[in-house]
C-alpha cells in the first residue's frame, strides 16, 4: 500500500528538523572549539607571525571583532546580540513546517552560525551582551590586510544564506515542493 502525499510529508518533517538541528550543532560545536583554540594558541600583538595555510591561501590571525562583519556596528553588539536571538527563535518557530533537505540544511547553517557569534557576545569579554566576537581566519594574507578576518560560524552564515537564495530562486519551497512559477 502506498501513503498518500500528506502523510509522506507528515513523516518527512521530523526528519527535515532532525537535519536542521544536527547541521546547527556541529555548527556551533566546531565554532566554539576552534574559537577556544584560536584563544589558546594565537597572539593577536603578532599577526606577522600568523601561521599560514594552503601556501599563504589562509593565515590564523586572532581579532576580537566588537561589531559586525567587515567591523560595521561597532560598539552595537547588544543590538546584534538580539538579533541573533531573533534570527535563532524564527528559524526554530519554523522548522516544524519544513520539508525540503536544501531548506534544513540552508537554515541549520545560518543557526549554528548565528548561535556561535551569540556565545560570544552573551560569554565573552568585556561582558554579557558586550562580549567580543572571536575572529581568526584571514585570506591572501595575515591579519585581515586584504580581506577582513572571520570565523567559522561567518562562513556558516554565508553558505547559509546563499544556500537559501539558490533555494529561493530555483522555486524551491520550504514544504519541498517546487513554487509555481519557478523553474
Known sequence: MTQAPDEDQARTAPRRVGLLLSVAALVLVSDVVTKILAVAHLDPAEPANSPRLLGGLIYLSLVRNAGAAFGMATGMTAILAVGAIVVAGAI???????????WAVGLGLVLGGALGNLMDRLFRSPGFLRGHVIDFISVFGPGGKHFPVFNLADSALTVGA??????????????????????
Open 162 to 183: 546563499i544556500t537559501l537564495a539558490l533555494t529561493v530562486s530555483s522555486g524551491g519551497g520550504l514544504d519541498g515542493r517546487k513554487q509555481a512559477g519557478k523553474h
Open 92 to 102: 526554530i518557530r519554523l522548522a516544524p513546517r519544513l520539508r525540503s533537505r536544501p
